[in-house]
């Protein structure tokens, strides 16, 4: 009995070093130790997190290159290097979860079943999930879309609204896939979709990247409303805390708001088209109270 008592000590302490190891190191040790941290972004989630020359840029992107500032401070190490990730709706949450991506920065909608699998910083913007249509379409909301086809990014909170509506209306539309935002506009633009469902924030940005804007509109009442956060490892509590208090400086202080002028009421690239949209009241309740709240 003491031998076997023996074994399965050795065996559960061996389990639990394993696991041990298996787990990321803190993202603020290893910043301190390695120098540099890694930020995600999105290839066509305009304005929030794109490429421009290359370049990540967008709402998102400068938020988070805000919060490199307080942990610059934090690790005492202003010489802190950001390696940057390109990231799908895809593959985000895993990369965040193995360590991969240490701040997801981009358009991610804070759900209560996303929060099961990481962690969300304190909100960073307020969405309504809408549609994109042809000026002359005829489609002005979800009623209209019987017969036609419509078009939603894999694995975006709208592929599972959008599914589920059609489901209950008895499956009056069919639903095509995209692996990005940029493809789906693609094949609005192509008029091999009737419409195309996502986050009104974003469509506006792929809207203002169309040959011709003018063309496309805005449609629907929204089927839900999201918060957009930057994503971190469950376990990485004391980055979220620095993450949280660089966010609420930035939406108490006012400097948020600047940041949404620069990328939602002024010219941006790629063509220097202004999305000409104000904050709304919802969003400017949100930086007068900072919350970590999920919404759907």
Partial sequence: MFTLNRVVLSLLGAAAAFAAHAQPASTLAKMAETGSITLSYRESSVPFSYLDNA???????EVCDRIVDELKAKV????????????????RIPLVQNGAVD?????TSHTIERARQVAFSVSIFVVGTRLMTSRTSGIRDFADLQGRKVVITSGTTSDRLLRTFNERSGDRFTIVTAKDHGESFRLLEMGQVDAFMLDDALLYGER???QKPENWVVVGTPMSSEVYGCMLRREDTELKQIVDRALTRLM??????RIHTK???????????NLNWPPSEDLLELYRAPTDKPRG
């Fill in 55 to 61: 370049k990540p840029i967008g709402f998102s992107v």
């Fill in 252 to 257: 108490t202080t006012g400097e948020a708001v």
């Fill in 103 to 107: 701040l997801e920065c981009g358009s």
């Fill in 76 to 91: 005492k190490r202003p010489d802190l290097k950001v390696e940057r990730m390109p990231v799908t709706s895809q593959n």
């Fill in 263 to 273: 990328w939602f009421q002024r010219p941006i690239t790629p063509k220097g088209l």
């Fill in 208 to 210: 203002a990247k169309a």
